[in-house]
């Protein structure tokens, strides 16, 4: 009887390697999420061009990006989507600017885009670029994105090459439907406070909703607001790395931040809030949740600065 052939190592693991971007790609269906980097990793170096995803590097030291990046990342500094508008720094620019930044990095109707940008540990705040940008990509009708879990600092632990060669995406095209109901005002705020049923969360740090720190033109928070910290949602050794809905399912009961609320996120300038907007909406699956894109730096001038704040406080949920 003649002994049949043992595959070699070599073939096995390309076999291996086949098989995981195979599923990657055949299980791949239009959703805002999370991805692994190793996920991501099997989608980016397939060998077809035309099925390899959109990569966006968010963060905001355009040197980072010099020093290394994702192959084949496109870099879109979250910075270039905001501007001062009447007096008020980092608004939200006007949608036709956007739209035509959004298309010059490439942003497609019709691919997936994954997003990321950096860890590691507080005070680092980079995966805040990540969840502004891809709170943009939603809001202008994509329905394919996802966050990086871990960010750089993952893909480099995984041992995953990084490069310093540039790249940029053709031009892209936008869905010609928007989602404008993911975004709140300072009137759908006024409006939403102390109804039942409703829950206003305040995702910077304690001491900011306090109005113990050195930063804001008034200080304190919306009146009514609760406190939830942001990196409550993280992971202590990689703060671009998330918890999965099952470790922080208790704490935000707790804060009564439930699926069953009708939910508004802020911070400052309405990075620290998109984190919150998206891990609630995306990660946690809440059906009702709007980002208050004016935040708190909006909302301390508007109204010759007349708007109500409070200070004090404590962290929603915790004793």
């Known amino acids: 009887m003649i002994s049949p052939m043992k595959p070699s190592k070599n073939l096995i693991q390309l076999l291996i390697t086949a098989v995981a971007v195979s599923v990657a790609v055949t299980t791949t269906q239009a959703d805002v999420s999370l991805i692994s ?85 507080l005070p680092n705040d980079e995966v805040l670029s990540s969840s502004m940008v891809v709170y943009v990509l939603e809001k202008f009708g994509i329905e394919d994105i996802r966050i990086v879990d871990g960010g750089l600092a993952e893909w480099k632990k995984k041992g995953f090459a990084t490069t310093q060669d540039y790249f940029g995406n053709p031009k892209g095209k936008l869905p010609g439907k928007r989602n404008p109901g993911v975004a709140a005002s300072v009137t759908d705020v006024q409006r939403h406070v102390g109804k039942p049923g409703n829950v206003l969360i305040d995702a910077r740090p304690l001491n900011e909703f306090r109005g113990e720190d050195d930063v804001w033109l008034r200080k304190g928070h919306i009146p009514g607001a609760i406190s939830f910290h942001w990196a409550r949602l993280m992971e202590k050794d ?40 998206f891990y609630l909406k995306h990660v946690a699956g809440y059906p009702k949740v709007r980002l208050y894109e004016g935040a708190w730096k909006e909302y301390v001038w508007l109204h010759g600065k007349s708007l109500p704040a409070e200070t004090g406080g404590q962290p929603a949920g915790m004793p």
Do not use: W
Not at 47 to 64: F, H, M, N, Q, W
Not at 84 to 100: E, I, M, R
Not at 242 to 254: N, V
């Open 37 to 121: 980097v190793s996920e991501a990793q099997a989608m980016i170096t397939q060998p077809e061009a035309s099925k390899r995803p959109i990569v966006l590097d968010t963060r905001g030291g355009y040197k980072d990006y010099f020093r290394a990046h994702i192959p084949t990342a496109h870099h879109l500094e979250f910075d270039t989507l905001r501007g001062t508008d009447q007096a008020v720094p980092v608004q939200y620019l006007p949608d036709d600017l956007t739209q035509a930044l959004l298309v010059r990095a490439g942003v497609d109707k019709n691919r997936l885009h994954l997003v990321y940008a950096t860890g590691d540990a």
């Open 238 to 277: 990689n703060t671009h790395k998330f918890k999965p809905f099952s470790q922080t399912k208790a704490a935000l009961e707790a804060a009564g931040i439930t699926p069953d609320k009708d939910i508004i996120c802020y911070c400052g300038t309405s990075r620290e809030g998109s984190l919150l907007f």
